[in-house]
């Protein structure tokens, strides 16, 4: 199957990029030409996944596209595994021009008081640097490269961070407030960079079906509280992100930069109406 060429010769570098959203945003980026670094802790997906093709891997994916992927083993808790990865990325192809991160960390529901140091520094060291970190290392390597006229952009980073970033939701309180940290990062180095013509946009996705969220998706009492809190008739898929995600590296959005997406079925909202059930 052949690309078509929105993106032809466009190097994006996708964290989370074996499973779930990061998956699903790698191959619509591919489908437009972009070549892929895909970075993750493992290049098989997550068996837990809701996939239907779960033999393949993300660049086998990209490969039968007619477009070029590489794997880079990164655990973005670990910074010199992403610098590794955007050198690769360089060392590869010459250059980067997207940004997606989608590699986040959850832990199970708990309230405030028993979250403890641990889980803290995970979910500080993995959502809000790991992000920071390829947010900062691509922002240095678009400021290398020439405007591309045609797209209206230097480069462009998009960052996955969540609903649970900008309204309350029980037992998530350091998940949160990592999410929210991404929400504000992103406005605020948008504001910095806008002079450049390199876009930052946030995607906040509500519930999604992923691997990583497969045993909220099968508990019957959590779901349940996930569906009557979103006013749209069906969860989320990765499909939904990834379409999201692919706006904000198109052509159309040149002038868009700074946003806060809520893609989340209304959930921010507020209440949904009452179905009785």
């Known amino acids: 199957m052949s690309t078509s060429s929105a993106l032809e010769g466009k190097v994006a570098v996708v964290t989370g990029a074996s499973s779930g959203m990061g998956r699903a945003i790698s191959v619509l980026l591919a489908r437009q030409g972009a070549k892929i670094v895909c970075c993750d802790l493992f290049e098989k997906p997550n068996p837990k996944g809701f996939e239907k093709d779960l033999h393949l891997t993300t660049p086998q994916l990209v490969e039968q596209l007619g477009s070029s992927a590489i794997f880079q083993k990164v655990d973005i808790s670990v910074i010199p595994e992403i610098e590794a990865a955007f050198e690769k990325a360089l060392e590869t192809y ?13 832990a199970p529901f708990r309230d405030l008081v028993d979250e403890d140091d641990e889980l803290w520094a995970k979910m500080l060291s993995v959502n ?19 405007i591309d006229e045609a797209w209206g952009s230097r480069g462009r980073i998009v960052n996955i961070s969540s609903c649970a970033g900008h309204f309350s939701f029980p037992g998530e309180n350091a998940y949160a407030s990592t999410k ?11 504001t910095d960079h806008a002079k450049d013509s390199i876009n930052i946009n946030t995607i906040a996705p509500g519930v999604v079906a992923t691997g990583m969220a497969r045993g909220n998706i099968e508990d019957k009492d959590i779901v349940g509280m996930m569906k009557k809190a979103t006013p749209w008739p069906r969860l989320g898929r990765v499909d939904d992100i990834a379409e999201a995600a692919l706006f904000f590296c198109m052509p159309g959005s040149q002038w868009i930069t700074g946003q806060l997406l809520s893609v989340d079925g209304g ?7 009452p179905t009785g059930s």
Not at 130 to 146: E, V
Not at 180 to 190: D, K, S
Not at 267 to 273: A, D, E, F, H
């Open 94 to 106: 010459g250059r980067i021009d997207i940004n997606v991160n989608c590699a986040g960390y959850w």
């Open 128 to 146: 809000a640097m790991g992000t920071s970190k390829c947010t900062r290392l691509a922002i240095k390597q678009f400021l290398k490269q020439d």
């Open 267 to 273: 959930m921010t909202l507020g209440v949904p109406y």
């Open 180 to 190: 929210a940290l991404i929400n504000h990062m992103g406005r605020a180095g948008a």
